[in-house]
């Protein structure tokens, strides 16, 4: 069986960094890495991706030039640097994995994922 733990989530202001960090464990060879974000009152959504090696990675609209996926190994844990953080970005953070999914390509929806991390919460104050 495997698990992921993310971290590192807080209150910061506007405009403030954090990094968040989505560790696995359990058997597994290499996995691939989503971050998706839900806001009171709205659906989950994807924030950004890295497939098992780090040479890929994906990311949402709202967040492409801010935020950073990224991995040192494909054992590794998977962080996300977020930057010139908004009050819009606040919400609770989940950290998604597809093990011994040997790929490039990104998913970026739910159900590409099989595994969920239990959620850090992010606030942003303005």
């Known amino acids: 069986q495997v698990q992921l733990v993310e971290s590192g989530g807080g209150l910061v202001q506007t405009g403030g960094s954090l990094r968040l960090s989505c560790a696995a464990s359990?058997?597994?060879?290499?996995?691939?890495v989503g971050w998706f974000r839900q806001a009171p009152g709205k659906e989950r959504e994807f924030v950004a991706g890295?497939?098992?090696?780090?040479?890929?990675?994906y990311y949402a609209d709202s967040v492409k030039g801010r935020f950073t996926i990224s991995r040192d190994n494909t054992k590794s844990p998977v962080y996300l640097q977020m930057n010139s953080l908004r009050p819009e970005d606040t919400a609770v953070y989940y950290c998604?994995?597809?093990?011994?999914?040997?790929?490039?390509?990104?998913?970026?929806?739910?159900?590409?994922?099989?595994?969920w991390g239990q959620g850090t919460q992010v606030t942003v104050s303005s």
């Open positions: 998604a994995g597809r093990f011994n999914y040997y790929s490039d390509a990104i998913g970026q929806s739910q159900t590409n994922y099989a595994y």
């Open positions: 359990g058997q597994f060879n290499i996995y691939a």
């Open positions: 890295i497939n098992w090696s780090g040479a890929s990675t």
